[in-house]
């Protein structure tokens, strides 16, 4: 529990965007200074030119308090990960504001990027289920900043709404940081509570004996002048689940997706905005069908990022949900996301049902309930990875599926894809009811080789303790021979009832 807020940061209104209200699940995405194109995001804490890997562990008991949530960072090197190399940080952490607490869920959300321009990416962790004096869950979040030594808790500076405390209002569920306009050198800050997002930004030099960054942050609320579209044409209500950032029109500055699914007449579809990053600001373009997952990188090499979202549950044109779920590209272009047939148009589909698509297309599958692009063969092509952690494996119902469909210049293609549950060849485990595997999904590359490597974590692994499955990466992509699993107990934190992995940054 906290009972004051930051004063480092100050209200501002240099930016709006056009929308209506939205509500907020977890999620976390890293964005990057300028572009997000997979090759170039942006997770060195400690600045030796390798990528790390951030974890949450919102479920883990600290100090006694159960829930109350942890994160770990694996540093990377020319070997990759392991779990020496490894840090653990909550809220009993020296230097992290507040305690940890029942509940709280430090660690349901994480991204990264250098939000104070000093070249070490800096980690950002939501605990959307602080509760602020005594009002309950009304979140926030700490930026642990990056350093020649990594990730230090000594100076990490706290982040809550500039509503104040809301009960209920979970302020941390999600995230997204990138380049969006040139105000500053650095990274912003986008957050997603219960009802609208809020910017924040920081300046690089400390407040002389806080350590806190000066910076500024604003509600992104409805305006006018920094729409694209007529003020009788506003977007559609959206209950936001996630933010991705990518640099969509290939104009040097990061654009933001909010992710979510439709409210009012028609609920539960999946839609997102589009706002676009320019010099000046962000604009708000357009919605797009889809959601609410997301995320972006350049399956198909021509320069502009691409946007993939994922609907695991949607209702049909009849109302009732749909079987397995279903994932939307959009290819980036001059326009930004762009369907098969141009902006504004819809994108190609893809299920399980799809020609050369591992598996079949079920009810409660969960297809694309985690998404990441990246490149796991080296040759240029970004490639797409699906989790499915609601995939039932023979009668073990939510054991969970991995698929991988590759990057080509037209797009993702089924042509060679993959999937791997717990029950394939050379996967280390055995399948286990609600294991969930592949509630996560990160492609990532932390021996700098070119080739991105597999996490997929099952949250519900062992009764809700949570491991993360590693598959390294060749000149063939991705495989499973040599795969390992570790849990937070691994990295030296307490394990039982972690949900270690519900939450890895991109």
Not at 140 to 160: F, K
Not at 266 to 295: D, K, Q, T
Not at 320 to 340: C, D, F, R
Request: proline share 6%; aromatic share 8%; net charge negative.
């Amino acid at each position: 529990m906290r009972t004051h807020r930051n004063a480092a940061l100050t209200a501002a209104t240099f930016l709006l965007v056009a929308g209506a209200g939205i509500v907020t699940a977890p999620a976390a995405h890293a964005g990057v200074p300028g572009s997000t194109h997979a090759a170039d995001r942006n997770c060195d804490f400690n600045g030796d030119g390798y990528d790390d890997v951030l974890v949450g562990a919102p479920g883990a008991t600290v100090g006694g308090r159960s829930g109350a949530g942890l994160v770990t960072v694996q540093y990377g090197s020319s070997r990759g990960i392991g779990t020496t190399r490894a840090a653990v940080f909550s809220q009993n952490t020296t230097g992290v504001p507040g305690a940890a607490e029942t509940g709280d869920a430090f660690g349901k959300a994480v991204a990264t990027g250098d939000l104070d321009g000093d070249g070490y990416d800096d980690a950002i962790v939501g605990a959307p289920g602080e509760d602020i004096g005594t009002t309950a869950d009304t979140g926030g979040a700490v930026i642990l900043w990056g350093s020649p030594q990594g990730l230090v808790g000594t100076e990490s500076q706290w982040l809550d709404s500039l509503l104040g405390p809301v009960a209920g209002g979970r302020f941390g569920s999600a995230f997204a940081a990138g380049r969006f306009t040139a105000e500053y050198p650095g990274d912003q800050l986008i957050v997603l509570d219960r009802k609208d997002a809020e910017w924040h930004q920081y300046a690089s030099t400390p407040q002389q004996g806080t350590g806190a960054r000066q910076g500024r942050a604003a509600r992104l609320t409805p305006s006018a002048p920094h729409s694209r579209v007529a003020a009788d044409d506003s977007p559609r209500e959206i209950v936001a689940k996630s933010v991705t950032t990518g640099d969509y029109d290939n104009n040097g500055f990061a654009d933001l997706v909010i992710s979510g699914v439709s409210t009012g007449a028609e609920p539960g579809y999946g839609w997102s905005w589009y706002l676009s990053g320019h010099a000046e600001g962000l604009y708000f373009e357009r919605e797009l069908r889809g959601g609410p997952v997301a995320v972006s990188g350049d399956i198909n090499a021509d320069g502009y990022d691409d946007l993939v979202t994922g609907e695991p549950h949607s209702p049909d044109d009849g109302g009732e949900t749909m079987t397995g779920g279903m994932v939307g590209v959009y290819l980036g272009s001059p326009a930004g996301p762009a369907g098969t047939a141009g902006p504004g148009t819809p994108p190609r589909w893809w299920t399980q049902d799809s020609a050369g698509v591992p598996g079949a297309s079920e009810r409660g599958d969960g297809w694309g309930s985690d998404l990441s692009v990246a490149d796991t063969n080296g040759d240029g092509y970004a490639d797409l990875a699906i989790g499915a952690p609601g995939e039932d494996i023979g009668t073990i119902a939510d054991a969970g599926m991995v698929t991988l469909l590759r990057g080509t210049r037209t797009g993702p293609t089924a042509s060679g894809a993959q999937s791997w549950t717990q029950d394939s060849p050379s996967v280390p485990g055995v399948v286990e009811r609600a294991d969930r595997f592949g509630g996560q999904v990160r492609l990532v590359d932390p021996n700098r080789d070119g080739r991105f490597g597999l996490l997929a974590a099952a949250p519900g692994e062992n009764t809700d303790d949570g491991h993360v499955w590693v598959f390294t990466a060749g000149t063939g992509g991705l495989t499973a021979v040599g795969s390992w699993t570790y849990s937070a107990g691994s990295l030296g934190a307490s394990a039982v009832d972690a949900r270690f992995g519900a939450a890895i940054d991109e």
